[in-house]
């Protein structure tokens, strides 16, 4: 396969995986918690890595897709753990922290900045996979793709 199928590949399973988000999101009521977010962020990088390395050759573009893909794939795995209690997640989406030096006002502020979405909670699995897991899993596939997308403009 050529390197530029390879990136066509994959970039193109970024821009699927931002478009199953964005319909669990809005076609399925499913609201994102912060680190759903944070995970699409690296997707929308692939996706621009994608354009740029159809157009300029070398195997540099296809390597920072591949970082690009891992880390929304490392996100992935943060975002299990933390709904698996496996270690907390950040304050401001996984309630946790210390309330209780709080005064009435600091924690009626608190309340009201915080998000609506937890990230502790599964809202959605299948085959026993959260969004997060199966985000991390399929991430960590196209990390490859594009890893052999490099590999090709080494062989060229």
């Given at each position: ?6 990136i066509?590949i994959?970039?193109?399973?970024s821009a699927l995986?931002?478009a199953?988000a964005f319909a669990?999101?809005?076609?399925g009521g499913l609201?994102p918690?912060?680190?759903c977010?944070w ?13 740029l390395?159809l ?7 296809p390597?920072?897709g591949?970082?690009a893909?891992g880390?929304?794939g ?6 299990v753990g933390?709904e698996?209690g496996w270690?907390?997640?950040p304050a ?5 922290g210390?309330i209780?030096a ?7 502020a608190?309340i009201?900045a915080?998000?609506?979405?937890r990230?502790?909670e599964i809202?959605?699995?299948f085959g026993?996979?959260?969004m ?8 960590f596939?196209?990390?490859?793709v594009?890893?052999?997308?490099a590999?090709?403009a080494y062989?060229?």
């Amino acid at each position: 396969m050529t390197r530029n199928r390879l990136i066509l590949i994959a970039a193109g399973g970024s821009a699927l995986l931002l478009a199953a988000a964005f319909a669990f999101q809005h076609l399925g009521g499913l609201a994102p918690c912060a680190l759903c977010l944070w995970q699409r962020w690296p997707h929308a990088a692939a996706v621009a890595l994608g354009g740029l390395g159809l157009m300029l050759p070398g195997a540099v573009l296809p390597l920072f897709g591949a970082v690009a893909a891992g880390a929304s794939g490392g996100l992935g795995v943060y975002h299990v753990g933390v709904e698996q209690g496996w270690w907390q997640g950040p304050a401001t989406c996984s309630g946790s922290g210390d309330i209780g030096a709080l005064s009435v006002e600091e924690l009626a502020a608190r309340i009201m900045a915080a998000p609506v979405v937890r990230c502790d909670e599964i809202a959605w699995s299948f085959g026993g996979l959260s969004m997060a897991g199966w985000n991390a899993v399929l991430s960590f596939a196209l990390a490859a793709v594009w890893i052999a997308a490099a590999a090709r403009a080494y062989r060229a």
